[in-house]
């Protein structure tokens, strides 16, 4: 089996998880990506989408992130996430509820500046990943 | 002299203060512990966030087309000074602390010829600010019927803040507030956020990858930071508060209880002026006989 590497969430309230896990799925601005020990260095930017850590060959965590950012070194992963929740713990009426004012807050941006309009749809695209992983929990 | 009964009832009316004080020193004690739980929650937050802005300052530093937020805007002409004060009083100079800082600082840079610009945050340093200074100020927010501060209200005080800097409202931004130096000490103190102070990284900092680019991540990693700051200040100033309101507290209960000593002593006294008075009354009314 592969080695470990120490995993770190954190969010402005909170350490969420600070253990040795043997990879990690990060929902990462362009594209999934799969870390295991020993990754080249990389600060990476987080789209909303779910968070999976995987020990001894299984899943044993998913959490659902809506942004954030993450550093890889080799050694270590820093996940600095807004908030984040885990997936069993996601209810669907809570989701529908935010992909609502998330839909909201789209069209009303419409008038504003590009940057707000992309930080808008960031948010909405974020809040349907939230829906289908509590459709599917 | 004054009489019994009214000591009586100033005994009384000490007695109950004490006990008023004495409850509001418990209930600072166990909100203090709370609130300092919190701001050390958000702690590896903060750092981590620091280490990540290190690696990125890193990379950019020196680019002509580095953001504002975190080179500021060149100049340092306008000043905007966030005030972060309590929202309820009954703590010793917890509040005239920061506003006197506040205010010393207003001065020196008025004094430098340059503009000054307040936002508070806090009922109390507003009022005492808006009392020489009430044209300078341009946002005011108060989360005075609020349990407890989360990141979103910090984050709506850094998005006001972002969105005076794009307006070109200021040039440079600092925060003021008490800083928790121990449960018995706070000191106000200036912290500057705009131009953003990086942080060195370490030494042999390692070459990066960056995903998307780090234009793009620093856009999005520095209002993130600056609201991490301002977070950190309200959860700092929030646990001084009831440090401070703790330490108030017990000084006024230790002043009630030798308060009530004291007014004890004179009823005593006068009950037993009064008691050999009546007796040389009466035995001076039987030798006349």
Redo the contacts between chains.
């Keep these: 089996m592969a080695g470990t590497f120490l995993l770190?969430l954190?969010?402005?309230?909170?350490?969420l998880l600070s253990r040795q896990v043997e990879m990690v799925v990060i929902p990462?601005?362009?594209g999934e990506?799969g870390v295991l020990p020993g990754h080249?260095?990389?600060?990476?930017?987080l789209r909303g989408g779910a968070l999976r850590v995987y020990e001894g060959g299984q899943v044993t965590e998913t959490l659902f992130v809506p942004a954030g950012?993450a550093?890889v070194?080799p050694e270590r992963v820093?996940v600095?996430a807004?908030e984040a929740t885990p997936v069993a713990e996601l209810s669907r009426a809570q989701a529908d509820a935010d992909v609502a004012k998330a839909e909201a807050a789209y069209t009303a941006a419409a008038a504003e500046s590009p940057e707000k309009r992309e930080e808008a749809m960031d948010r909405l695209l974020a809040m349907r990943v939230k829906k289908d992983l509590a459709t599917a929990a | 002299m004054p009489s019994l009964k009214s000591l009586r009832l100033r005994i009384n009316s000490v007695k109950s203060t004490k006990k008023i004080t004495e409850a509001m020193k418990l209930v600072a004690a166990a909100k203090l512990r709370r609130a300092q739980q919190?701001a050390e929650?958000?702690r590896?937050?903060a750092e981590?966030?620091a280490?990540?802005l290190g690696?990125?300052g890193a990379a950019v530093a020196g680019e002509p087309e580095a953001p504002k937020l975190l080179v500021g805007t060149g100049k340092t002409d306008t000043y905007l000074l966030v005030v972060v004060s309590a929202e309820r009083g009954l703590c010793g100079p917890f509040n005239t602390n920061v506003s006197r800082f506040a205010r010393n600082r207003i001065r020196d840079l008025e004094a430098a010829g340059k503009t000054v610009k307040i936002m508070s945050v806090g009922r109390k340093g507003a009022a005492y600010l808006k009392r020489e200074f009430r044209d300078r100020f341009v946002g005011e927010v108060s989360f005075a019927n609020q349990k407890r501060i989360?990141?979103d209200d910090?984050s709506s005080v850094a998005a006001s803040i972002t969105t005076q800097l794009e307006d070109g409202a200021f040039d440079v931004c600092e925060l003021i507030y008490n800083r928790f130096v121990s449960v018995i000490s706070q000191t106000p103190s200036a912290q500057q956020l705009i131009p953003a102070e990086v942080p060195e990284s370490g030494a042999a900092t390692?070459?990066?990858?960056?995903?998307?680019s780090e234009e793009?991540?620093l856009t999005?990693?520095l209002p993130?930071n600056l609201?991490?700051q301002v977070?950190r200040a309200l959860l700092e100033s929030g646990a001084g508060f009831y440090g401070s309101q703790m330490a108030a507290m017990d000084s006024a209960t230790r002043n009630a209880g030798q308060m009530i000593n004291k007014l004890t002593l004179n009823y005593n006294r006068t009950r037993q002026a009064n008691i050999t008075r009546e007796l040389i009354e009466i035995i001076s009314g039987a030798e006349a006989v």
């Design positions: 770190e954190v969010s402005p309230e909170k350490l990462a601005a362009e990506m080249v260095p990389a600060i990476v930017s950012f550093e070194t820093t600095l807004d | 919190q929650a958000a590896p937050y981590r966030m280490r990540m690696a990125l989360t990141f910090a390692a070459q990066y990858e960056f995903e998307p793009e991540i999005k990693l993130r609201a991490i977070y």
